[in-house]
């Protein structure tokens, strides 16, 4: 798969607004200030496709990235506590009316920030994904700010933290020097590829 060929495609506000599904969709999605754009940015070899941003809640859209026959989609961050209850409750409904769309949605990558346990939201979502029955995996976000210890401590906590743990993909992951960034590639291209 050529990464040098991704593209920025379209951003959508409203769900109303998301093109017909036309081909295989993978999803990103996590609280805000979690990585996505920087996770993103890591996997396609890029420096600034994803608007990665240090104030969180800075996605305010689905944004859909064309790589080759697939589309990448980054979904808006949820939990950020400064976020408007309007903002809150719209970017609640473009997450929940782009999982319940009938879409090409082959796998959900899910991101948690490794470093502390699961928020609540995290939980919900995971929850609502193995509800949906989804195909997702769980992404340990900015391993690299953690110890040896301290990975030792977190990985012994996630599993009595998420749920279904043993059921679940795990991958850490650090946008800063490219771990994991192997492993997640071949699983987009297991799914590009099929």
């Known amino acids: 798969m050529n990464y040098n060929n991704v593209k920025f495609f379209a951003s959508y506000g409203k769900i109303s ?9 993978i999803a990103f999605i996590g609280r805000s200030n979690v990585g996505k754009s920087s996770m993103i940015n890591k996997l396609l070899n890029r420096k600034n496709l994803a608007r990665a941003s240090a104030e969180p809640g800075k996605t305010a859209t689905i944004n ?26 719209r970017f609640s409904e473009l997450i ?11 796998l959900v990558i899910q991101l948690v920030d490794f470093r502390h346990s699961p928020t609540a939201d995290d939980i919900s979502m995971i929850n609502a994904l193995i509800d949906g029955e989804f195909p997702f995996v769980v992404v340990m976000t ?9 990975r030792e ?3 012994e906590a996630l599993k009595t933290e998420l749920p279904c743990y043993e059921d679940i993909t795990v991958i850490e992951f650090s946008s800063q020097t490219g771990e994991g960034v192997e492993q997640l ?8 590829d099929s």
């Open 64 to 89: 859909f990235y064309e790589l080759e026959n697939i589309f990448l989609c980054d979904l808006p961050g949820y939990g950020y506590a400064k976020t408007s209850k309007s903002e809150k409750k």
């Open 153 to 155: 401590q977190r990985r």
């Open 142 to 150: 900015k391993a690299d700010k953690l110890s040896k210890t301290q």
């Open 185 to 192: 590639r071949g699983i987009i291209e297991e799914i590009a």
């Open 17 to 25: 607004q998301l093109p017909s599904p036309e081909r295989t969709e």
């Open 96 to 106: 929940s009316g782009y999982l319940s769309a009938d879409r090409e949605l082959a």
